[in-house]
Nanobody
Framework: VQLQAYGGGLVQAGGSLRLSCAAS????????LGWFRQAPGKEREFVSA????????HYADSMKGRFTISRDNAKNTVYLQMNSLQPEDTAVYYC???????????????WGQGTEVTVFS
């Protein structure tokens, strides 16, 4: 499975971005697609995840109400709509795929290359 994340960029505080993660390869083995982020000097943290069949979603508490994860199974793509962005959301955002629904990054089997989000005030 290969994952391609894109959509990051520079945005002013209060603005929005939509990240995309396109999966290819043996996508039938994927049960969950998730987003994590890692800010400079910090550990990688869970952002959100979605079960590809059924669409059940999970969010980190600090992202609820601001971020929305969705999927387009026909395109093997998962999206992360991020609204009301704040400077503390600045990080490299990674998509990950795996067979479990989990918030633990080392339980994901496949990782994309990351896309950088910078929020300035």
């Amino acid at each position: 499975v290969q994952l391609q994340a894109y959509g990051g960029g520079l945005v002013q505080a209060g603005g929005s971005l939509r990240l995309s993660c396109a999966a290819s390869g043996r996508t039938f083995t994927i049960y969950t697609l998730g987003w994590f982020r890692q800010a400079p000097g910090k550990e990688r943290e869970f952002v959100s995840a979605i079960i590809l069949s059924g669409g059940r979603t999970h969010y980190a508490d600090s992202m609820k109400g601001r971020f929305t994860i969705s999927r387009d199974n026909a395109k093997n793509t998962v999206y992360l709509q991020m609204n009301s962005l704040q400077p503390e959301d600045t990080a490299v955002y990674y998509c990950a795929a795996g067979a479990l629904i989990t918030r633990t990054y080392d339980e994901y089997d496949y990782w994309g290359q990351g896309t950088e989000v910078t929020v300035f005030s």
